[in-house]
C-alpha cells in the first residue's frame, strides 16, 4: 500500500511574467485516491498539464512514474508511462456510441482497416466491466446519463491499448453530475482503488474530497503546501488550509458601507426556475452589489442570463414597482432596465469584429443616431466618454474590440450595458481573463455604480469577485439558495465551505460554522 | 468614361474610418504615426488592391489588342452588360453582411424576368407595372428563404438550394419552357437600355443601389444590426437586436434586388429565358467575396461588390475580345471567387490568433 507510484519533485513551470508552479512535491501511492484541492489560479490545471505532456516543465523539475523518470512535455510519453486523464469536460464525441468512442483513442479490432465490430464491442464491453456501470455501449454517447458518460470516459482512460494504465487522473469528475449520480461515480473510484489504481482526484467539492480520498495535496499560488491524510480533518480546517489564512483573517472589506434598512428593493425576483435553478427567490436593494455563489452545475451559472431573458426560465420579476410575468426576452429584459454584461472570453459576449464605437452604438443606437442615420462623429464621441469614463486602454474608438485585451474588453462589455442606463446590472464572471490591476478597477466601478444609483448582480466563479465588491452573497447548490451570507461573514472560506454542502444530505456542521460568524 | 468608373471605385476610400479601423495594434503612444501609415494605406494594396489589378487588366488589353480595347463600344458594353451582374452582386451583398447564403438569386432572377415577361404577354398593363411585379415575386421568395432559415431553423445554404431548384421550376412553368419575347421591345426595352444624360440607366441604377446600400449599411442602425447579426448573432440577440427580423429583412431585400436584376436582364435582351438568371450566380458570388476583400477588410460592402463586378467584367470582356474561348470567362470569375476567399481567410487567420 505505501509504494510510491507517481513522485513529483520540484516541479515548476513557468510562464512569461507567472510563476504557476514552483517547487512543487507530490507523492501518490499505489491503489490510493489523492485529492488535489487549491483555489482557482493555484496552480492544479497548470500541473495537470504538465503530468499530461502539454506544458514542459522547467529545468530540474522530476517526475518518475513507479521509479522510472518521464520524458517531460510528451504526451506520448505520459500516455506510454501509463498516466491517464479524465477531463472535466470529458472530451467524448457525443453523436457516436460508448463503442465508436473508445475506438477513436483505443483503435478498433480488425485486419486491414476493417473493423472486426464483434471482437471490437467485446473489449469494450470488458473495459466497462471493470468501471462497474452497466452501458449500452451502440446508445450515442450524448443520450447517455451524465455518470454513464463520466463511465466511458473513465473506461477510455482504462484502456491498455497504449501501456498499463497506474495513475488515473480525473479534474472535477462530479461537476455535472446529479448528487444521486456522484454516491455513484464514488463507488466506482473506490472500486478501481481496491484493485490497486492510483487515482488523482481534483476538485472544489470539499466534502467529497474528505470522503473518497486517503491523502491530499494542497496547492497554493503554485507552492505545494504539503500531504495530508485526510482521516480526522473537517471541511472548515480543509477550507482555511486551501485559502491561507485563518478564518478571522480572511475577507477584510473596507469597502463595505452599511445598506440603510429603509432602502427600497429596486428588483425582486421570486420562483425563477431554469433547467439547473429550482424555485430560487432574490431581492437587490438601492445601493446594494448582490453577489451569487456556487459550484458548476449548481444554476449560478445560469441565473445572470436568466435575469436578462437570454436564457429560457420562469419567475415573476418586479422591477423598480413594475412586476412582470415569466418567460421575458432579452429585449422586455432590457425595456425593464436589467443589462446583462457577459464575461470578456464569452463568444456573445460583443462584436469582435466590429470596433469599439460600434459596439458601443450597437447597444444603444438612439444615443449615435439623428432621424435613423448613425453620426461617425457622434458614435466617437459618445464611445470616447465611455472610454474616458471607464478607463479603456487604448483610447481609441476605432480600435477593432476582438484586439483589445481582456481587462479592456470587460470595461467596453460594462460600457455596453451602462449605456442604456439600467435600472439593474446583472455581471457573469467580470473579471475572468482579466489581470490584477483592472481587476481592482472594476470592482471599484461596480461600487461606485451601486452608491451612484445602479446596483448590480454578480454572478461568480471567482470566489475574489464577491469578497472583493458584494454586500451580501446567495449560496447555490444544485438550484437552491442554501445559504445566504452577509457583510463580514462573506468570506472565502464561508464560500467554500457553503457551496461544497450537499443539497440532498443535509448537513448541519456547516450551517453551524455560518451561524457562528 | 473611364474616368467615371474609377472615380466612383474608388469614392468610398475618402472614408477615414476604413482606414483605421484596419490598423494593427500598435500603442497608443505611436498613434500620429499609425494614422499616416494608415492614410498610405489606404491607397495601398490590401485595400484597393483590385483596382491597381483593374488598372493592370486595362493597360495589358491596351498593349495586347488596342483596336478592339480602345473603342467606345467595349465602355458602353462593359457598363451595360455587367450592371446586371452588379446587380445580382449587390443582392447577395445584403445577405452576406449577415452571414446567410442565397443559392437561390441565379433562379430568382430567372423567376423576375418570366414574370415580368409574362404579364407583359398576357395582360396590357403598363411596362413599369410588369418590371415591379418582377420585383415584388423576387421580395416573396426572398420571404420563403427567410422562412426556411428563420422559422424551419435550416441552414442557409441548404434553404437556398431548396428554394432555388423550386423556384428555377416555377420559371419554367410560368413561361411553359419558353423564352418570352411579347411587348418586350419598345418601352421595357427602355426600362434597361436608356440614357439619362447620355449615360446607360442600367449603370446607373447600380452606382444608385451601391451608393444607397453604403449608406444603409454603414450609416444605420439597421445596417450596424446587419453586421452585428451576421459576425455574432448571440451578441447581437442579446443587445436586443431582433435576429429574426433582420435576417427576414436581409432575404427579402436581396430577392427584390435579384427579381430587379431579371427584369433588367429580360428588359435589355428582349426576352425573358426560363434559365437566364443561372449563368450569374457564380460571377455574383465571385464579386461579393472579392468585394469583400477591398475597402472594408471581410466586410462586405457595396462599394467592393462592385468594383469587383468591374474587374471580372473587364477581365471576361477583355479575354473574350482577345480571341479566347467561350469558356474564359467562366474560368476567371471561378478563379476570382477561390482566390477573393483566400485573401480573406489570409487575413482572418492571424488575426484570430493573436487575439485569443
Given at each position: 500500500?505505501?509504494?510510491?507510484?507517481?513522485?513529483?519533485?520540484?516541479?515548476?513551470?513557468?510562464?512569461?511574467?507567472?510563476?504557476?508552479?514552483?517547487?512543487?512535491?507530490?507523492?501518490?501511492?499505489?491503489?490510493?485516491?489523492?485529492?488535489?484541492?487549491?483555489?482557482?489560479?493555484?496552480?492544479?490545471?497548470?500541473?495537470?498539464?504538465?503530468?499530461?505532456?502539454?506544458?514542459?516543465?522547467?529545468?530540474?523539475?522530476?517526475?518518475?512514474?513507479?521509479?522510472?523518470?518521464?520524458?517531460?512535455?510528451?504526451?506520448?510519453?505520459?500516455?506510454?508511462?501509463?498516466?491517464?486523464?479524465?477531463?472535466?469536460?470529458?472530451?467524448?464525441?457525443?453523436?457516436?456510441?460508448?463503442?465508436?468512442?473508445?475506438?477513436?483513442?483505443?483503435?478498433?479490432?480488425?485486419?486491414?482497416?476493417?473493423?472486426?465490430?464483434?471482437?471490437?464491442?467485446?473489449?469494450?464491453?470488458?473495459?466497462?466491466?471493470?468501471?462497474?456501470?452497466?452501458?449500452?455501449?451502440?446508445?450515442?454517447?450524448?443520450?447517455?446519463?451524465?455518470?454513464?458518460?463520466?463511465?466511458?470516459?473513465?473506461?477510455?482512460?482504462?484502456?491498455?491499448?497504449?501501456?498499463?494504465?497506474?495513475?488515473?487522473?480525473?479534474?472535477?469528475?462530479?461537476?455535472?453530475?446529479?448528487?444521486?449520480?456522484?454516491?455513484?461515480?464514488?463507488?466506482?473510484?473506490?472500486?478501481?482503488?481496491?484493485?490497486?489504481?492510483?487515482?488523482?482526484?481534483?476538485?472544489?467539492?470539499?466534502?467529497?474530497?474528505?470522503?473518497?480520498?486517503?491523502?491530499?495535496?494542497?496547492?497554493?499560488?503554485?507552492?505545494?503546501?504539503?500531504?495530508?491524510?485526510?482521516?480526522?480533518?473537517?471541511?472548515?480546517?480543509?477550507?482555511?488550509?486551501?485559502?491561507?489564512?485563518?478564518?478571522?483573517?480572511?475577507?477584510?472589506?473596507?469597502?463595505?458601507?452599511?445598506?440603510?434598512?429603509?432602502?427600497?428593493?429596486?428588483?425582486?425576483?421570486?420562483?425563477?426556475?431554469?433547467?439547473?435553478?429550482?424555485?430560487?427567490?432574490?431581492?437587490?436593494?438601492?445601493?446594494?452589489?448582490?453577489?451569487?455563489?456556487?459550484?458548476?452545475?449548481?444554476?449560478?451559472?445560469?441565473?445572470?442570463?436568466?435575469?436578462?431573458?437570454?436564457?429560457?426560465?420562469?419567475?415573476?420579476?418586479?422591477?423598480?414597482?413594475?412586476?412582470?410575468?415569466?418567460?421575458?426576452?432579452?429585449?422586455?429584459?432590457?425595456?425593464?432596465?436589467?443589462?446583462?454584461?457577459?464575461?470578456?472570453?464569452?463568444?456573445?459576449?460583443?462584436?469582435?469584429?466590429?470596433?469599439?464605437?460600434?459596439?458601443?452604438?450597437?447597444?444603444?443606437?438612439?444615443?449615435?443616431?439623428?432621424?435613423?442615420?448613425?453620426?461617425?462623429?457622434?458614435?466617437?464621441?459618445?464611445?470616447?466618454?465611455?472610454?474616458?469614463?471607464?478607463?479603456?486602454?487604448?483610447?481609441?474608438?476605432?480600435?477593432?474590440?476582438?484586439?483589445?485585451?481582456?481587462?479592456?474588453?470587460?470595461?467596453?462589455?460594462?460600457?455596453?450595458?451602462?449605456?442604456?442606463?439600467?435600472?439593474?446590472?446583472?455581471?457573469?464572471?467580470?473579471?475572468?481573463?482579466?489581470?490584477?490591476?483592472?481587476?481592482?478597477?472594476?470592482?471599484?466601478?461596480?461600487?461606485?455604480l451601486a452608491a451612484t444609483g445602479t446596483p448590480s448582480v454578480v454572478c461568480s466563479a471567482d470566489l475574489d469577485?464577491?469578497?472583493?465588491?458584494?454586500?451580501?452573497?446567495?449560496?447555490?447548490?444544485?438550484?437552491?439558495?442554501?445559504?445566504?451570507?452577509e457583510g463580514d461573514a462573506v468570506t472565502e472560506a464561508g464560500l467554500l465551505a457553503a457551496m461544497a454542502r450537499?443539497?440532498?444530505?443535509?448537513?448541519?456542521?456547516?450551517?453551524?460554522?455560518?451561524?457562528?460568524? | 468614361?473611364?474616368?467615371?468608373?474609377?472615380?466612383?471605385?474608388?469614392?468610398?476610400?475618402?472614408?477615414?474610418?476604413?482606414?483605421?479601423?484596419?490598423?494593427?495594434?500598435?500603442?497608443?503612444?505611436?498613434?500620429?504615426?499609425?494614422?499616416?501609415?494608415?492614410?498610405?494605406?489606404?491607397?495601398?494594396?490590401?485595400?484597393?488592391?483590385?483596382?491597381?489589378?483593374?488598372?493592370?487588366?486595362?493597360?495589358?488589353?491596351?498593349?495586347?489588342?488596342?483596336?478592339?480595347?480602345?473603342?467606345?463600344?467595349?465602355?458602353?458594353?462593359?457598363?451595360?452588360?455587367?450592371?446586371?451582374?452588379?446587380?445580382?452582386?449587390?443582392?447577395?451583398?445584403?445577405?452576406?453582411?449577415?452571414?446567410?447564403?442565397?443559392?437561390?438569386?441565379?433562379?430568382?432572377?430567372?423567376?423576375?424576368?418570366?414574370?415580368?415577361?409574362?404579364?407583359?404577354?398576357?395582360?396590357?398593363?403598363?411596362?413599369?407595372?410588369?418590371?415591379?411585379?418582377?420585383?415584388?415575386?423576387?421580395?416573396?421568395?426572398?420571404?420563403?428563404?427567410?422562412?426556411?432559415?428563420?422559422?424551419?431553423?435550416?441552414?442557409?445554404?441548404?434553404?437556398?438550394?431548396?428554394?432555388?431548384?423550386?423556384?428555377?421550376?416555377?420559371?419554367?412553368?410560368?413561361?411553359?419552357?419558353?423564352?418570352?419575347?411579347?411587348?418586350?421591345?419598345?418601352?421595357?426595352?427602355?426600362?434597361?437600355?436608356?440614357?439619362?444624360?447620355?449615360?446607360?440607366?442600367?449603370?446607373?441604377?447600380?452606382?444608385?443601389?451601391?451608393?444607397?446600400?453604403?449608406?444603409?449599411?454603414?450609416?444605420?442602425?439597421?445596417?450596424?444590426?446587419?453586421?452585428?447579426?451576421?459576425?455574432?448573432?448571440?451578441?447581437?440577440?442579446?443587445?436586443?437586436?431582433?435576429?429574426?427580423?433582420?435576417?427576414?429583412?436581409?432575404?427579402?431585400?436581396?430577392?427584390?434586388?435579384?427579381?430587379?436584376?431579371?427584369?433588367?436582364?429580360?428588359?435589355?435582351?428582349?426576352?425573358?429565358?426560363?434559365?437566364?438568371?443561372?449563368?450569374?450566380?457564380?460571377?455574383?458570388?465571385?464579386?461579393?467575396?472579392?468585394?469583400?476583400?477591398?475597402?472594408?477588410?471581410?466586410?462586405?460592402?457595396?462599394?467592393?461588390?462592385?468594383?469587383?463586378?468591374?474587374?471580372?467584367?473587364?477581365?471576361?470582356?477583355?479575354?473574350?475580345?482577345?480571341?479566347?474561348?467561350?469558356?474564359?470567362?467562366?474560368?476567371?470569375?471561378?478563379?476570382?471567387?477561390?482566390?477573393?476567399?483566400?485573401?480573406?481567410?489570409?487575413?482572418?487567420?492571424?488575426?484570430?490568433?493573436?487575439?485569443?
Open positions: 500500500m505505501s509504494d510510491v507510484r507517481l513522485q513529483l519533485s520540484d516541479v515548476s513551470k513557468t510562464f512569461p511574467g507567472q510563476q504557476a508552479l514552483s517547487r512543487v512535491n507530490l507523492e501518490v501511492r499505489a491503489g490510493e485516491v489523492h485529492a488535489l484541492v487549491g483555489e482557482n489560479g493555484s496552480g492544479k490545471s497548470t500541473l495537470i498539464k504538465v503530468l499530461s505532456g502539454f506544458h514542459r516543465p522547467d529545468p530540474g523539475s522530476r517526475i518518475e512514474v513507479d521509479g522510472v523518470g518521464l520524458d517531460p512535455g510528451n504526451p506520448a510519453g505520459s500516455l506510454a508511462a501509463g498516466l491517464r486523464f479524465v477531463h472535466q469536460d470529458l472530451g467524448l464525441v457525443d453523436e457516436l456510441g460508448a463503442a465508436e468512442n473508445i475506438g477513436l483513442t483505443a483503435g478498433f479490432e480488425g485486419k486491414l482497416g476493417r473493423v472486426a465490430w464483434r471482437a471490437h464491442r467485446e473489449r469494450v464491453r470488458r473495459l466497462m466491466e471493470r468501471v462497474g456501470i452497466e452501458v449500452d455501449i451502440d446508445k450515442q454517447v450524448g443520450r447517455l446519463a451524465p455518470v454513464e458518460r463520466s463511465a466511458v470516459a473513465i473506461a477510455r482512460a482504462l484502456d491498455d491499448t497504449h501501456g498499463v494504465p497506474r495513475v488515473l487522473i480525473l479534474d472535477e469528475p462530479t461537476a455535472a453530475l446529479p448528487p444521486a449520480e456522484v454516491d455513484r461515480l464514488m463507488q466506482v473510484l473506490a472500486d478501481l482503488r481496491e484493485r490497486g489504481v492510483s487515482i488523482i482526484y481534483v476538485s472544489h467539492r470539499l466534502g467529497e474530497v474528505l470522503g473518497v480520498a486517503d491523502r491530499l495535496t494542497v496547492l497554493r499560488d503554485g507552492h505545494s503546501l504539503g500531504t495530508l491524510a485526510t482521516d480526522g480533518m473537517d471541511e472548515a480546517a480543509l477550507a482555511e488550509l486551501i485559502v491561507g489564512r485563518p478564518v478571522s483573517e480572511i475577507g477584510r472589506r473596507e469597502h463595505l458601507h452599511p445598506i440603510s434598512p429603509t432602502a427600497q428593493p429596486i428588483l425582486i425576483v421570486n420562483d425563477l426556475a431554469t433547467d439547473l435553478l429550482r424555485k430560487v427567490d432574490l431581492s437587490l436593494r438601492e445601493g446594494e452589489v448582490l453577489g451569487v455563489a456556487g459550484i458548476a452545475g449548481s444554476g449560478r451559472e445560469d441565473l445572470a442570463p436568466a435575469l436578462a431573458g437570454a436564457h429560457p426560465a420562469t419567475m415573476r420579476l418586479t422591477v423598480a414597482g413594475a412586476s412582470s410575468k415569466s418567460g421575458m426576452s432579452v429585449r422586455q429584459a432590457r425595456g425593464c432596465g436589467i443589462a446583462l454584461v457577459l464575461p470578456n472570453s464569452h463568444p456573445a459576449a460583443a462584436v469582435r469584429e466590429q470596433t469599439v464605437a460600434e459596439n458601443i452604438g450597437l447597444s444603444r443606437p438612439s444615443a449615435v443616431a439623428r432621424r435613423g442615420w448613425i453620426s461617425r462623429r457622434r458614435e466617437r464621441d459618445v464611445a470616447r466618454e465611455w472610454i474616458e469614463r471607464l478607463d479603456v486602454a487604448p483610447r481609441d474608438p476605432d480600435r477593432d474590440y476582438g484586439l483589445l485585451s481582456g481587462g479592456n474588453k470587460q470595461k467596453v462589455a460594462l460600457a455596453r450595458g451602462l449605456i442604456g442606463a439600467p435600472k439593474v446590472l446583472v455581471l457573469q464572471d467580470p473579471t475572468s481573463g482579466v489581470d490584477v490591476g483592472a481587476r481592482q478597477s472594476i470592482y471599484q466601478l461596480v461600487r461606485d469577485d464577491l469578497v472583493g465588491m458584494t454586500d451580501r452573497v446567495l449560496v447555490l447548490v444544485d438550484g437552491v439558495v442554501v445559504e445566504e451570507l450537499r443539497r440532498s444530505v443535509p448537513d448541519p456542521a456547516p450551517a453551524q460554522m455560518g451561524d457562528q460568524r | 468614361m473611364n474616368s467615371t468608373t474609377s472615380s466612383t471605385a474608388e469614392a468610398p476610400v475618402k472614408e477615414p474610418r476604413s482606414i483605421l479601423g484596419e490598423e494593427p495594434a500598435a500603442p497608443a503612444d505611436t498613434g500620429l504615426r499609425a494614422n499616416r501609415r494608415g492614410a498610405l494605406r489606404g491607397l495601398g494594396f490590401g485595400t484597393i488592391g483590385a483596382v491597381y489589378v483593374w488598372l493592370g487588366m486595362v493597360a495589358v488589353f491596351a498593349v495586347w489588342i488596342p483596336d478592339l480595347w480602345l473603342d467606345q463600344a467595349t465602355v458602353t458594353t462593359l457598363m451595360s452588360d455587367y450592371a446586371v451582374t452588379a446587380l445580382a452582386a449587390l443582392s447577395l451583398v445584403v445577405v452576406l453582411a449577415a452571414r446567410l447564403f442565397d443559392l437561390s438569386i441565379g433562379a430568382t432572377m430567372s423567376l423576375g424576368g418570366v414574370v415580368a415577361g409574362h404579364m407583359l404577354a398576357t395582360t396590357s398593363l403598363p411596362p413599369a407595372l410588369c418590371a415591379a411585379a418582377g420585383v415584388i415575386v423576387g421580395a416573396l421568395v426572398g420571404l420563403a428563404n427567410a422562412l426556411a432559415v428563420v422559422w424551419l431553423r435550416l441552414e442557409s445554404l441548404i434553404a437556398t438550394l431548396g428554394t432555388g431548384a423550386i423556384v428555377a421550376a416555377m420559371a419554367v412553368a410560368l413561361s411553359g419552357d419558353k423564352v418570352l419575347t411579347e411587348r418586350m421591345s419598345g418601352d421595357f426595352n427602355l426600362i434597361a437600355i436608356g440614357e439619362i444624360a447620355g449615360v446607360n440607366v442600367a449603370f446607373l441604377y447600380v452606382i444608385v443601389l451601391m451608393i444607397l446600400m453604403g449608406l444603409v449599411l454603414e450609416q444605420t442602425a439597421g445596417g450596424r444590426r446587419l453586421y452585428a447579426t451576421g459576425y455574432n448573432t448571440e451578441a447581437a440577440r442579446l443587445m436586443g437586436v431582433r435576429v429574426n427580423r433582420v435576417k427576414v429583412v436581409a432575404f427579402m431585400v436581396s430577392g427584390a434586388l435579384a427579381g430587379f436584376a431579371g427584369v433588367i436582364l429580360a428588359a435589355r435582351l428582349q426576352a425573358a429565358a426560363p434559365d437566364a438568371g443561372a449563368h450569374y450566380l457564380i460571377p455574383a458570388f465571385s464579386a461579393a467575396f472579392l468585394g469583400a476583400t477591398q475597402f472594408r477588410h471581410g466586410r462586405f460592402n457595396p462599394w467592393g461588390a462592385v468594383l469587383a463586378v468591374l474587374v471580372i467584367g473587364t477581365g471576361s470582356l477583355g479575354l473574350a475580345l482577345a480571341g479566347g474561348p467561350t469558356w474564359a470567362p467562366d474560368v476567371f470569375s471561378g478563379l476570382i471567387l477561390i482566390i477573393a476567399v483566400a485573401i480573406t481567410v489570409a487575413e482572418r487567420g492571424p488575426r484570430r490568433a493573436g487575439a485569443s
